[in-house]
């Protein structure tokens, strides 16, 4: 029997590329194109759906390479192509439907909105203050950026995801803290966020 492999969403590996593309140009994306085996250059510069999934290692890896293409450090290369991917995702829909533009809304699905990207990892709302603007959450997943989503998105792409997603939906002063990993040793991650 096989195990399963890990997938994520293809509009993630999407709308990566097409902001690696317009921010650092062909020339970077196609050396990190060179970089991958010939089976995963054939995936990275295929067009794909949307809607198709791909092992989420591939993502990682073009996240890594991109971090030492580019010489950025602390995995952070991710921040501002979450905030482009979540603007991608999101804008059209509150623009359509006015009100769901509410950062408890938004909050309260988060844990649907991480299965709609991985299809790996468990989030749970451990807190749900609405009344003092105050969510917390874990998520249970494995540290092998070979298989799970990597560090860069335990990190940084969860925490730009909450915040712009947030700030989208009309809140302020976001104060969103990772403040346990499971990439340092914790057995889950802990994502706080508080907002006005």
Sequence with gaps: MSEKIPKASGSIFIYSREYIIETYGQDVWQQIS???????SKFANSVCSPNEWYPVYLLNKVLNILENLQSIEDKKSIIPIVEYITEKDLLPVFNLLLNLKNPVFVLQNVPSIWNRYFDTGKVNIELSDSE????????????DE??????????????TWIKTALEIAGAL???VIHSKCRYTGDPVCITDVKWE
């Design 132 to 143: 003092n603007n105050h969510f917390q959450y874990s998520l249970t997943e494995g540290t």
């Design 34 to 40: 060179d970089k991958l085996t010939e089976e995963e």
């Design 146 to 159: 070979n298989v799970y989503s990597g560090e860069a998105i335990c990190r940084h792409g969860t925490v």
């Design 173 to 175: 002063n976001i104060e």
